[in-house]
């Protein structure tokens, strides 16, 4: 990915940052899937008070791409300085093993995360006889 697509990502998903339902937490989270034709689709996280129930940024963006007909997802890009949780990597997983996984750190550059590394024992479809 180039660091322009980068930019544009990191852009879509702070915009959407500002749409994230934070209610109980008070910590908006919001993520921006970015796939292999260079589509965008970006999301913030959908708390609710039956807390199971919430939704993370990450599970919203894929369902967007995924929705427009989109599978070939090549990264992601997280706001604010945060790693997704393994219910979120493992829903990145599903498409791939090569998903860049892109995280703010402290000087609010991007780092590159693979996703193994970050979710050693994943399963995918490859694992599951249909």
């Given at each position: 990915?180039?660091?322009?697509?980068?930019?544009?990502?990191?852009?879509?998903?702070?915009?959407?940052?500002?749409?994230?339902?934070?209610?109980?937490?008070?910590?908006?989270?919001?993520?921006?899937?970015?796939t292999a034709d260079g589509s965008?689709?970006?999301?913030?996280?959908?708390?609710?008070?039956?807390?199971?129930?919430?939704?993370?940024?990450?599970?919203?963006a894929v369902g967007a791409a995924?929705s427009a007909g989109k599978r070939?997802?090549?990264?992601?890009?997280?706001?604010?300085?945060?790693?997704?949780?393994?219910?979120?990597?493992?829903?990145?997983?599903?498409?791939?093993?090569?998903?860049?996984?892109?995280?703010?750190?402290?000087?609010?550059?991007?780092?590159?995360?693979?996703?193994?590394?970050?979710?050693?024992?994943?399963?995918?479809?490859?694992?599951?006889?249909?």
């Open positions: 990915m180039t660091s322009a697509d980068r930019q544009a990502a990191l852009d879509a998903a702070k915009r959407a940052l500002s749409h994230a339902y934070a209610p109980y937490s008070k910590e908006p989270k919001a993520a921006a899937v970015v965008i689709y970006a999301a913030g996280c959908v708390e609710n008070a039956a807390w199971p129930a919430a939704i993370c940024a990450e599970v919203v995924v070939d997802l090549q990264s992601i890009v997280l706001v604010p300085r945060r790693l997704p949780c393994g219910a979120c990597l493992q829903v990145l997983r599903e498409f791939g093993l090569h998903v860049e996984i892109l995280a703010e750190n402290d000087s609010g550059e991007l780092q590159s995360f693979a996703l193994p590394d970050l979710l050693p024992n994943s399963f995918g479809p490859d694992n599951v006889e249909h």
